[in-house]
């Protein structure tokens, strides 16, 4: 989806009437908007969120549920687990990736145990029990999970602790902690207007936002905020035109989103001379089964390892598409993916945990998974004689894949295509796709209450923004949890700032 709306902002001396007045405008009802609402309406201003759908949660509510939480918390400790905030912060610098803001990590890991506090206050429920073994989402309802900490190169940089902490739910968590977050922040007074669409900002002489413009079902609003406009709208996945701009890598992919992440939010405040930050940015969430990965080899067309296949399997999926194809697309038949595993590691993961995924290919030796799969000849069996070396010695010397899930593989091997997806073939019909599911990570550049800055590092009067409108955390890299967790962290550092912002 493309959105081409024109979002040249308004002066105020063009509006004559405004249609509705509040103290702070939200723009957008996920996660970080629900946070920013609550501490805005808890230091007692006036609050209007306003969202395009029918109804709170977006992207959030889609999630996981997920947060990235740590430096010794309650569930932390009930599993056995220590943890600091330094230990945490030095994770997330490298985890992030190159560019992370390390000033956002700092804040965030030291009032991390606190954050916890506040989203158990709000009515989000952890329980004191762990999922120890690697997924995308846990099948059972443990409240803490492990997000690669305990994979190299991290174990190198910081005591590992697990800090995956995932509201109790039987399956995703995030429609459940949207439901506590909007509770909070109507039952705080924060008032809402749904199907209302913000397409312009309106600012004073002074170049201060006063408000914005909307449209809602076919006429204008015009929204006035004597305190400040938060923009909670998402990044920008479903605009297609801002990808091939900003991250044409991330063209023709399964886009992670509501359908409303379109980039509106960015686009208004870069018409108001806003900074932006690593647009190029994006997680890749690809189809592979973290269990079966860890218990075998992930492998590239050439018949390569290239990755510690036991890590946090975005950075798998990262690493597929931005490092280890050359910039290839996804897409070309040059940038295959295949996980290669035995009988024994297949069977070692329960067949609900498998997500209907099955071998594409299977073989009595390396030599004929080759030829089915389309690998240069010798190239499988190289690697696959490499890899089993490593595993008897018990030292993977070129990836270092923890000894934990480190066996020799032995016939019959297994291929499993990644571009053939996660569902069976019944509900699939043909699968072949890309095998990856994206969202983009770059935003508007922020300082740590949320203000939107312009290209001279200093704030735009009377607007603020957090979630994935903003940069947030984020360098170039991504780790589950880091989005809800920099969402509703800092959405509610901008819902404070701008109810202060008299």
């Given at each position: 989806m493309t959105v081409r709306n024109s979002v040249t902002p308004r002066a105020a001396g063009e509006v004559s009437h405004f249609d509705i007045e509040t103290d702070v405008l939200i723009v957008g009802y996920g996660a970080a908007g629900a946070s920013a609402a609550y501490e805005a309406a808890h230091a007692g201003a006036r609050v209007l969120i306003v969202d395009r759908s029918g109804g709170p949660g977006g992207a959030s509510a889609m999630s996981g549920g997920e947060i990235y939480l740590g430096g010794g918390t309650p569930i932390q400790q009930a599993c056995g687990y220590d943890d600091?905030?330094?230990?945490?912060?030095?994770?997330?610098?490298?985890?992030?990736?190159?560019?992370?803001?390390?000033?956002?990590?700092?804040?965030?890991?030291?009032?991390?145990?606190?954050?916890?506090?506040?989203?158990?206050?709000?009515?989000?429920?952890f329980k004191p029990s762990m999922w120890d073994a690697p997924t995308w989402v846990p099948p059972t309802d443990d409240g803490l999970m492990w997000l690669g900490e305990n994979s190299w190169p991290f174990v190198e940089l910081a005591k590992p602790a697990p800090r995956g902490h995932r509201p109790t739910a039987n399956d995703f968590g995030g429609k459940l902690l949207m439901e506590c977050l909007t509770e909070a922040a109507e039952s705080a007074g924060a008032e809402t207007l749904f199907d209302t669409y913000v397409t312009t900002l309106v600012v004073g002489d002074d170049n201060t936002v006063v408000g914005a413009v909307a449209r809602q079902y076919g006429r204008e609003l015009t929204i006035r905020a004597r305190r400040g406009v938060i923009l909670t709208t998402g990044g920008f996945v479903d605009n297609d035109a801002m990808l091939e701009a900003y991250a044409p890598e991330l063209l023709g992919h399964t886009k992670v989103s509501a359908g409303t992440d379109d980039g509106s939010g960015i686009r208004m405040a870069q018409a108001l001379g806003a900074a932006v930050r690593h647009m190029s940015a994006g997680q890749v969430g690809i189809s592979l089964i973290p269990g079966l990965a860890a218990r075998g080899m992930v492998v590239n067309a050439l018949g390569h390892r290239f990755i510690n296949e036991d890590t946090y399997p975005g950075r798998i999926g990262q690493s597929a598409l931005y490092r280890n194809n050359m910039g290839g697309s996804w897409a070309g038949d040059d940038t295959a993916v295949w996980v290669i595993v035995d009988e024994e590691g297949f069977e070692e993961v329960p067949e609900p945990q498998r997500w209907g995924v099955r071998p594409t290919h299977v073989a009595e030796t390396a030599a004929e998974l080759e030829e089915l799969t389309g690998l240069p000849a010798g190239s499988l069996t190289a690697t696959l004689t490499r890899y089993n070396e490593f595993?008897?010695?018990?030292?993977?010397?070129?990836?270092?894949?923890a000894p934990?899930?480190?066996?020799?593989?032995?016939?019959?091997?297994?291929?499993?295509?990644?571009?053939?997806?996660?569902?069976?073939?019944?509900?699939a019909g043909d699968r072949r796709g890309t095998g990856a599911s994206?969202?983009?990570?770059?935003?508007?550049?922020?300082?740590?209450?949320?203000?939107?800055l312009d290209h001279d590092g200093g704030p735009i009067p009377g607007l603020f923004a957090a979630g994935r409108a903003a940069n947030g955390l984020h360098g170039f890299g991504y780790i589950s949890g880091t989005s809800l967790g920099d969402g509703t962290f800092f959405g509610r550092r901008a819902g404070t700032a701008a109810a202060r912002n008299a």
């Open positions: 600091t905030p330094e230990a945490m912060a030095a994770f997330l610098s490298a985890a992030l990736g190159s560019g992370a803001d390390v000033a956002k990590i700092e804040e965030y890991s030291a009032g991390s145990v606190d954050h916890f506090h506040w989203l158990v206050d709000r009515g989000v429920p595993a008897t010695a018990g030292a993977d010397l070129d990836h270092h894949k934990r899930w480190l066996r020799p593989l032995t016939a019959p091997f297994a291929a499993i295509d990644v571009k053939a997806g996660v569902r069976p073939p019944s509900e994206v969202f983009t990570l770059g935003g508007l550049h922020t300082d740590l209450d949320g203000h939107v």
